[in-house]
């Protein structure tokens, strides 16, 4: 067996350490001020609309004056960062890019948090784009890499449950400081701010993480993938005396580096094809709740800051999908989950249409949350296993660019759906979305469950 397989075989054999949950929590420790920034422009769109820098509907189809545009040039950088820059990860290692992608997003957050008018704004909030779709991309690879099969799935929940707890803190900082004015500056720009601030933090915290051992031996450096296994196979004796590795063999990958055509060759065509077609839909569908849950609330009536308080009572459900999945993950296929939350998604998006008074809005806000999660804790571990260690980054990067790209043009549709049809139409199209992904990912999607990333990658 060469070394990637050796490296491969003991890290499956590896069992859940303290230490192991310390390496996944730093790592999501980053990806929790990803999402915060993922979820940013949702709890700040209100302030910027109050401020005049941007309208809430947006003249014309790709008009960049509203918050579509807004919510647009977000998501064309994040399609940036994952088609175009996927690839880097595979090339120079995973730590180094999510390293520096994370100061990256840092540095633009920061300027963004300064502009005056909407062209700037939506540039470096561009900007900021590219940084987070690189991270996030890179942060499913290594998670994916480091985790043996019986545990890889619970260990992508825990990683959600952190980076999801971003979401109600971006909600709450958005309810006490988007309609105030704080030292003669506008309370949208301190929500900003301490996104930039805790992504430095965060940088601080992991900088020792280790590279990817997979990624390590795949590039010929072997003597440092096997210092960093040795390492956490001693944890393991350390902590569990009667554990001893003893490895069932595993299939090897092939070695040395990929090529962007490989993801289109026989072997992995279909799988790519299955994961773009299920990434246009599912972000269309997701950030088509995720995004505008305050906008479609004022669409309705509803006042600016009653709607950022439902808002972030709804956002203190976003870690209960991936606290459930940590539960359930461990017996449960992942195409099925993902099926069975993209029919949730629609079931509870269509009810929230008919909900009445605070108790129904919050309660349909809260169960849509909730499968929204389900679904994107599932699909972010699912989409890693389907390629081998030379084109994973660059893999999940490719296929996960069209989500970014699909969410930065339905917002214009949605936005269009709401001037014209109002909110019961955007869940109309919500629920369309997520009929599509559940059918291609039943009908085509392998199983993964429990089998080794060099078994599914053959």
């Known amino acids: 067996m060469n070394g990637a397989g050796t490296i491969a075989t003991r890290l499956a054999a590896l069992p859940a350490t303290r230490g192991t949950w310390r390496r996944v929590s730093l790592l999501s420790l980053g990806g929790f001020f990803e999402f915060y ?21 947006t003249p014309g189809l790709f008009g960049t004056t509203g918050v579509a545009g807004f919510f647009a040039a977000f998501f064309a950088g994040l399609f940036v960062g994952t088609a175009l820059f996927g690839f880097i990860a595979d090339r120079l290692g995973r730590r180094s890019v999510f390293t520096w992608s994370l100061i990256w997003y840092a540095a633009a957050s920061l300027v963004m948090a300064f502009q005056t008018d909407a062209f700037s704004l939506n540039v470096w909030r561009f900007i900021c784009g590219i940084g987070v779709g690189v991270e996030l991309v890179t942060i499913d690879t290594y998670i994916a890499e480091i985790c043996p099969p019986a545990w890889r799935g619970r260990a992508f929940a825990y990683a959600n449950v952190i980076q999801f707890m971003a979401i109600p803190l971006a909600a709450l900082l958005g309810w006490l400081l988007v309609p105030r ?26 900088r020792r993480l ?21 390492g956490w196979e001693l944890e393991a004796r ?41 990434n246009l839909f599912q972000a269309a569908g997701y950030y088509g709740f995720a995004s505008w849950v305050p906008t479609l609330l004022i669409s309705q009536g509803i006042a600016v800051t009653t709607s950022l308080l439902y808002t972030f009572i709804i956002a203190i459900a976003a870690p ?18 993902i ?3 993209a029919l949730a998604i629609a ?9 009445r008074g605070m108790a129904g809005v919050i309660a349909c806000g809260v169960a849509l949350t909730v499968a929204n999660n389900v679904l994107s804790f599932a699909y972010h571990g699912y989409q890693p296993e389907l390629y081998p260690t030379r084109i994973r980054a660059f893999g999940v990067g490719f296929v996960y660019s069209f989500s970014r790209l699909s969410t930065m043009f339905s917002a214009f549709v949605i936005a269009a759906i709401l001037r014209v049809a109002g909110a019961g139409g955007v869940f109309v199209f919500i629920a369309g979305c997520m009929a599509v992904v559940a059918l291609v990912i039943g009908l085509f999607g392998p199983r993964t469950h429990g089998r080794p990333l060099e078994m599914i990658s053959q």
């Open 210 to 230: 280790p590279e990817s051992p997979r990624w390590l031996a795949q590039h010929g450096r072997s003597a440092e993938a096997e210092e960093i296994v040795a």
């Open 347 to 355: 079931t509870f998006g269509l009810l929230f249409t008919q909900a």
């Open 339 to 341: 099926v069975g939350a």
């Open 37 to 57: 920034d993922l979820f940013l422009g949702t709890y700040v769109a209100p302030g910027l609309v109050k401020s005049g820098v941007l309208t809430t509907t």
């Open 181 to 206: 004015t704080i030292l003669g500056l506008d309370g949208w720009r301190f929500v900003v701010m301490a996104g930039s601030a805790g992504a430095l933090a965060a940088w601080w915290l992991r």
């Open 238 to 278: 350390l902590e569990q005396p009667g554990w001893t590795s003893v490895p069932a063999a595993a299939a090897a990958e092939g070695g040395g580096r990929g090529a962007f055509m490989e993801i289109l060759s026989p072997r992995y065509r279909g799988r790519t094809i299955m994961l773009i077609v299920f």
């Open 320 to 337: 209960i999908g991936p606290l459930l999945g940590l539960w359930f993950t461990g017996h449960i296929e992942r195409k099925h989950l």
